[in-house]
Nanobody, 126 residues
Framework: QGQLVESGGGSVQTGGSLTLSCAGSGLAYRRNCMGWFRQAPGQKREGVASIDSDDVTTVADSVKGRFTLSRDSAKNELRLQMNDLKPEDTAMYYC????????????????????RGQGTQVTVSS
């Protein structure tokens, strides 16, 4: 089914912005729920944002109004636009896709999805 490759992480100061990208291949990525989750050192995985086959998105309350998830279908790529970043956003960010299509696509499901990329680090300093 191909791979997921994340890019765009980096280090910014509080209030800064980053755009994460996730490139994938295969039909499943267009039909199935996918999105981003993150994990900070010593913390549990936390869903961030999801997008379904109709491009309907959901985002976690902790990032609502600051993060936006979108899809570039021509490039088969997801983009997570992150604005007004805070130190608590510091984490490894992973792109993930569900392996079996289900009817529910929500941000909190992302950490349990069966296929993910290697991750990209986001560090926000105060």
């Amino acid at each position: 089914q191909g791979q997921l490759v994340e890019s765009g992480g980096g280090s910014v100061q509080t209030g800064g912005s980053l755009t994460l990208s996730c490139a994938g291949s295969g039909l499943a990525y267009r039909r199935n729920c996918m999105g981003w989750f993150r994990q900070a050192p010593g913390q549990k995985r936390e869903g961030v944002a999801s997008i379904d086959s109709d491009d309907v998105t959901t985002v976690a309350d902790s990032v609502k109004g600051r993060f936006t998830l979108s899809r570039d279908s021509a490039k088969n790529e997801l983009r997570l636009q992150m604005n007004d970043l805070k130190p608590e956003d510091t984490a490894m960010y992973y792109c993930a896709v569900e392996l079996q299509r289900s009817s529910l696509c929500r941000w909190w499901l992302l950490p349990d999805f069966g296929r993910r990329g290697q991750g990209t680090q986001v560090t926000v300093s105060s």
